[in-house]
């Protein structure tokens, strides 16, 4: 009898399993280190120390330091050379980025043919420059100048006027040339600010300020009335020649004791 050998249909034979690969293995994640809780970054720096501000002058300290300076030099005086309250006018506008002596040596020719607003605009404006010439922007001075004498005669009956907020209207005049005109052409108990009095304002911490306008305010508001008069002369000519901007020669200052600044030489 023959063998009968049955052959399965091929959907049905079991197929031959395969091996498995095993996944690689993942690296663990590196540890990241974590902030402490409730510490915030900015506490995390070294404190920087903040410099302190000098404390503020005292009322006493303010009056013995302008003492001083009345003592050593009782009528201080402007250095610009000038014949009346115009030809101050012209002298004030003349020193912007100038100095004194400069413009002293051009105004003393100049002053002698005319020292009234009539007698600049009979010179002209070309004689003018050529009086200035030696002068820091004496061409655009000189426009000034000739037009400030025509502003003079036209609004004002060729007299100076007697408010800050008038002489302001004037070509080539600001506030620190109103200031000192009306200081010492009449008297006003005001403060000019050139960078003289601004230094000193600063640097010793009398009056303190980021323009000279708040060095001009903080200083009318500490100086005692009785030394207004002549008070923005002093510190002009203690930052001229002692309180100097490079090398103040502290050794020889007479407010030595009571300056705020810390650079400042025994």
Not at 257 to 262: A, E, F, M, T, V
Request: hydrophobic share 40%; aromatic share 6%; net charge positive.
């Amino acid at each position: 009898m023959a063998k009968i050998t049955r052959v399965l249909p091929a959907k049905s034979r079991i197929p031959t399993a395969k091996p498995i690969k095993k996944a690689a293995a993942k690296p663990a994640p590196a540890r990241v280190a974590k902030k402490p809780v409730g510490i915030k970054p900015s506490r995390l720096k070294p404190a920087t120390k903040k410099p302190s501000k000098p404390k503020p002058w005292t009322a006493a300290e303010v009056y013995e330091a302008f003492s001083r300076f009345r003592n050593a030099n009782p009528e201080p005086k402007g250095e610009l050379e000038h014949l009346n309250a115009y030809t101050l006018l012209v002298a004030v506008v003349l020193s912007a980025q100038a100095t004194d002596a400069g413009v002293n040596k051009a105004t003393r020719a100049l002053f002698a043919v005319a020292d009234t607003p009539e007698k600049m605009l009979a010179l002209g404006e070309d004689s003018v420059r050529d009086y200035i010439k030696t002068i820091g922007l004496y061409r655009n001075k000189a426009k000034n100048v000739i037009a400030l004498s025509q502003k003079l005669i036209a609004e004002f009956g060729g007299e100076v006027p007697r408010t800050r907020a008038e002489i302001e209207t004037l070509p080539g005049a600001g506030r620190k040339t109103a200031n000192v005109v009306l200081n010492m052409a009449y008297g006003e108990h005001t403060m000019a600010v050139d960078t003289h009095v601004f230094r000193i304002g600063n640097r010793t911490g009398l009056a303190p300020g980021k323009n000279p306008l708040e060095v001009e305010l903080g200083l009318e508001k500490v100086i005692p009335s009785e030394f207004m008069l002549h008070a923005h002369h002093w510190l002009i000519l203690h930052g001229r020649y002692i309180c100097l901007a490079r090398k103040p020669r502290c050794d020889v200052c007479l407010i030595n004791d009571l300056c705020r600044w810390p650079e400042k030489t025994a």
